[in-house]
Each structure stands twice: as structure tokens, then as C-alpha cells.
């Protein structure tokens, strides 16, 4: 597959929305289209790495938010509502009456607004390292990023920004970290000044929300790394408990970037979810009240 195919553009409120639309079978096993939303500092190309794979079952789209990748610039002053408004203008505009939504991390806020203000298009969600809200301790390390970030401090702010994502403590028990933490310094560093701003609104506007939105009523697939400290296993599973149609799981070995350090396990539970079947078929995570490794930040369900 040409990872560059099929990249088009959808007008929202005169803004641009970049995305991918791999639609080139006559006929999926899933007869739902399957629209991934990547986290910040993520764009379509990051999101290829696990979302690809679903092109082989379902229609499969892949959207640069806005504030995100190639889609324009979306100042601070604009709140989390409009980017899951923008969605469902596209999942509109698209003729979808269903879709599946996959959100990770920054997506997956966005995704979890969508799937309350528009349960009736819901078909499956699942929500990977998720947060509604920050803490009160996590917005003071925020800001102390930001502000490396606004000095244009590349250097300090690729190491504020990893040390916060990361779980640096646990590092040789997670898959591949000492690799993600080189890339994502290496992109951080090299970041232009449009995509500091860009950033740089896009967890302002994060940091401003203060609204709590409804719990999604769709079936739901929660899921983290168990040494996940920046979306931590707690707060999904205390999410697990509000929703009346969900399973929580932690995949091992992997923290906030589980997508990255356990790309299988997570393409397997995709799919198996997004089919139908049971996700205890997957190897390589822990599933609701199975017991979890000693120094995990889990709680279990």
C-alpha cells in the first residue's frame, strides 16, 4: 500500500482537514467505516503504523485533527467541542450513517465528546490512553513544558515533554522505550515554529476544558499500557465503571505508548473488538479482573 494514497482534504467552518481514505476493496468483512484520530504531535503518517492493518477488514480513515499534521491551525480560544463538532460535520459530509471510531491519547478525548453528542452514529469506540481532564500536579508539568516550548526550547521541552509521557522508571520493562523516547526527542527537537504553535494550542485547549461530557452509551473498548502514569490505568478503569457498555483492558510491557511499544498486541485487539469476538482471544494483556504484574500502575477492575 502507497502510505501516501488517497490523502484528501475536508472543509470545515472555511478550515482544512487533512485525511486519509483507504477504500479500495469492493467488499469488507466490516461493512462499518473505521476513522482513527491520533494523539498531539501525531499526524497521519504516525497513525499508519497501527491503523493500516484495519484496511484489510474495513474502509479505513485516518484524520489529521485540526491544530494537527497538514489539517490548518486552530488557535487556543476554540474548545474540545469543535474538533469532535468538525468530525461529525465529516462523518456527515461522508454519508456514514455508522462509523467505528478508534482515539488515542489527544484522539481519544475527541473521540469520547463525539460518541456523547452523537450516540446514533456510534457503532463501536474504542479509547486508548485516555484523559478527560488534567490533574492538578500533571497542568503544572503542562505548563512547565509550554513554556519551553513557547521559548522555542526545543532541547528542554523534548525532555519535559517525554519525561511526562514516558514511564522512565519502568523502562526495562516496556517494549522498545529507549527507541520511541530517541524518535520522539528527534522530532521534538526538529519541530518548526508552526508545529510548536501548533501543539502548543492544541494542549491549551486541553488544559482550558473544564466541562464534563456524557458517558458514551456505544460499545466501548478501554485500553492503556499497564505502566501507563500519564493516562493511568485508574482513571480508565474508574471510566470503565461510569460506562454501561465497556471492557478495559492494559496491554503489558508498554505505558502511554502502547500503540508504539506493543504494535501487535494492539492491532489484534483492535480488530478482534471491531469484529465482534471476544478480546480474551488476544495474548498480551491483562482483561478486566485478571491479575496484573507486581509495580504495575494498575488498579484492577
Known amino acids: 500500500m502507497n502510505e501516501m494514497q488517497d490523502i484528501k482534504y475536508h472543509k470545515f467552518m ?161 517494549r522498545l522505550q529507549n527507541y520511541i523516547s530517541t524518535m520522539m526527542i528527534r522530532k521534538l527537537t526538529s519541530a518548526t515554529y508552526a508545529e510548536l504553535d501548533k501543539f502548543i494550542f492544541s494542549i491549551e485547549r486541553l488544559m482550558n476544558n473544564t466541562k464534563s461530557f456524557p458517558v458514551p452509551l456505544c460499545n466501548t473498548l478501554m485500553l492503556t499500557g499497564e505502566f501507563d502514569i500519564f493516562t493511568t490505568p485508574a482513571h480508565h478503569k474508574q471510566l470503565h465503571d461510569r460506562s454501561p457498555d465497556s471492557v478495559f483492558t492494559l496491554i503489558k510491557k508498554a505505558d502511554h505508548m502502547f500503540h508504539l511499544e506493543q504494535l501487535e498486541v494492539t492491532t489484534q485487539l483492535i480488530e478482534t473488538f471491531l469484529s465482534g469476538r471476544d478480546i480474551g482471544e488476544v495474548d498480551g494483556h491483562y482483561l478486566s479482573k485478571n491479575s496484573i504484574t507486581q509495580g504495575s500502575t494498575a488498579i484492577p477492575a
Open 14 to 174: 472555511g478550515l482544512r482537514i487533512i485525511y486519509q481514505d483507504i477504500n479500495n476493496q469492493d467488499s469488507y468483512r466490516l461493512d462499518v467505516p473505521t476513522i482513527y484520530l491520533g494523539g498531539a504531535f501525531q499526524s497521519i503518517q504516525n497513525v499508519q503504523n497501527y491503523a493500516k492493518t484495519s484496511a484489510k477488514y474495513s474502509r479505513t480513515i485516518m484524520i489529521d485533527l485540526l491544530g494537527f499534521g497538514d489539517s490548518d491551525i486552530l488557535d487556543s480560544s476554540y474548545k474540545m467541542e469543535l474538533l469532535a463538532d468538525s468530525i461529525d460535520h465529516f462523518i456527515d459530509t461522508m454519508g456514514f450513517e455508522k462509523v467505528n471510531i478508534v482515539g488515542t491519547s489527544y484522539g481519544a478525548v475527541v473521540s469520547y465528546i463525539l460518541a456523547g453528542k452523537s450516540p446514533e452514529k456510534m457503532n463501536k469506540l474504542i479509547l486508548g490512553g485516555f484523559m478527560d481532564r488534567f490533574k492538578p500536579e500533571t497542568l503544572v508539568k503542562w505548563e512547565d513544558g509550554l513554556s519551553s516550548a513557547k521559548k522555542g526550547c526545543r532541547d528542554e521541552f523534548a525532555e519535559k515533554l517525554t519525561a511526562l509521557l514516558l514511564n522512565k522508571d519502568r523502562s526495562k520493562d516496556i
